[in-house]
């Protein structure tokens, strides 16, 4: 079994709990070590699982008992800040549930998470740190940057092409053919029928 230890004890924290405990009831291929969190005290249980420590101390705590992460951040830029800040880690987990449909030709990025019903088509180009949310539909030929975050029920027609860190909220639906930039973010059950340009922030 892979040693594994969630990145942020939040709301998302708590759901890649029950992402992992699914998997393993299938076939069992984590051991959740705890969570790493900024906002916690080391020795805190949630949902039945320590906090070991700070986030800052992921390269010591891997010296010593080596472990996979996932960073369990909404916020793709979040993520990306926590991924950049150590670059001496590298054993970033793929966690995709069961349910989930993926194409053996859809390329998924390192480090993503994959939730309940989330379906691919083929031929799709995902970037690293990709958070998909429950219900969400990718069709085909599309291409993501990396620290994408698709949450409910979002559907992206085929060849689309999404930035880095864009953000597309519950809901929204995505024209075939669109090209949405870096660091946007598509607004609750919103369509997008035309491109959008990168946010420069």
């Known amino acids: 079994m892979k040693n594994i ?4 004890a939040g709301e998302l924290g708590k759901e890649v709990v029950w ?3 699914d998997i393993n009831k299938t076939n069992p291929e984590y051991l959740i070590l705890g969570f790493l969190d900024d906002l916690n ?9 320590r906090v070991l420590g700070k986030v800052d101390e992921i390269e010591n705590l891997y010296a010593r008992n080596p472990f996979y992460a996932v960073v369990a951040i909404q916020d793709g830029t979040s993520r990306r800040r926590i991924v950049e800040e150590h ?3 590298t054993s970033w987990e793929t966690i995709v549930h069961p349910t989930a449909v993926l194409p053996k030709d859809t390329l998924l990025g390192d480090g993503s998470i994959v939730f ?3 379906t691919f088509s083929i031929h799709n180009r995902l970037g690293k740190h990709g958070l998909y949310y429950l219900n969400s539909t990718v069709c085909n030929d599309c291409s993501f940057g990396d620290y994408v ?9 085929e060849h689309v092409r ?3 860190e864009s953000y597309l909220s519950a809901g929204c639906t995505i024209y075939p053919h669109i ?12 369509t997008v029928m035309q491109d959008l340009e990168s946010d420069s922030k």
């Open 41 to 49: 005290s080391v020795d805190t249980l949630i949902d039945g699982y």
């Open 19 to 21: 992402l992992i405990e």
């Open 162 to 164: 999404i930035g880095n």
């Open 179 to 190: 090209s949405i930039g870096d660091r946007c973010k598509v607004a609750v059950h919103t």
């Open 5 to 8: 230890v969630i990145i942020g």
């Open 116 to 118: 309940p019903h989330v």
């Open 149 to 157: 975050s698709i949450m409910t029920g979002v559907t992206v027609s």
């Open 87 to 89: 670059k001496g880690y």
